[in-house]
């Protein structure tokens, strides 16, 4: 069946715009994460959904950063007025459950450029 | 909070041969699982390989196959028979304790493979 995709697969912004990233999850799959991979900070967590509910969000770096999910399935991740620091590729994941012990599929990613 | 340790940014191995990569984490926590990601060039993760914390043996896929010693809370990744396809990012990952439902990422080892 279908992975998990992501869109765009890349974006430019300026630095003050806002920009929206898409994550489409592997159809049945109730948890749903977004994750950031930067050179220097490595892999991050930003943020788990278990349904439409966000119950950590514990990972998103400033109230300029926020996230929903609808219907259970796509999710959007919304960065306010964009800063060159936020510069990073954006990788959303899914999984059946939202347990340790659920494998979690990752999609390839949206990498975000901020000039 | 969780840690997880690469110590080793670059690795290279010749096709055919045998190559471990190293991974070591720090939990106060019984039971949670680990795991092998590798993500080639297209930027793609894929799993490699997972192993519960409460299971003895180690876990095997084909080439890919772990050692893991609970004790030493080490987790490293053996790859036989490396093939120029294995060339990639490998992180590993710690899901659990109280960072139950979101991956916890080491700061990856970049493999090549030359023939």
């Known amino acids: 069946g279908a992975g998990v995709s992501q869109s765009p697969s890349n974006k430019v912004t300026e630095k003050g715009k806002d920009v929206e990233l898409r994550c489409d999850p592997i159809?049945?799959?109730?948890?749903l994460y977004w994750y950031r991979q930067s050179l220097g900070q490595g892999l991050e967590f930003l943020i788990y959904f278990q349904g439409n509910s966000a119950p950590d969000k514990s990972g998103l770096p400033s109230d300029r950063f926020s996230a929903e999910r609808t219907g259970g399935s796509v999710s959007t991740l919304t960065i306010q007025r964009t800063q060159q620091e936020d510069s990073a590729v954006y990788l959303c994941a899914s999984s059946l459950g939202g347990g340790a012990q659920e494998t979690q599929y990752f999609g390839p990613g949206t990498r975000l450029l901020v000039l | 909070a969780q840690t997880v340790t690469q110590s080793q940014p670059e690795m290279s191995v010749q096709e055919a041969e045998t190559v471990t990569l190293s991974c070591t984490y720090d939990t106060s926590e019984s039971n949670y699982y680990l795991f092998w990601y590798k993500q080639p060039p297209s930027r793609q993760m894929i799993l490699v390989i997972r192993q519960e914390a409460y299971k003895q043996q180690n876990a095997t896929e084909n080439r890919f196959s772990v050692n893991f010693q609970k004790a030493a809370k080490s987790f490293s990744l053996k790859i036989s028979d490396s093939q120029l396809g294995d060339t990639a990012m490998y992180f590993c990952a710690f899901n659990g304790g109280t960072s139950y439902g979101k991956l916890t990422f080491g700061q990856g080892t970049i493999l090549t493979v030359h023939p």
């Open positions: 159809s049945g799959h109730t948890a």
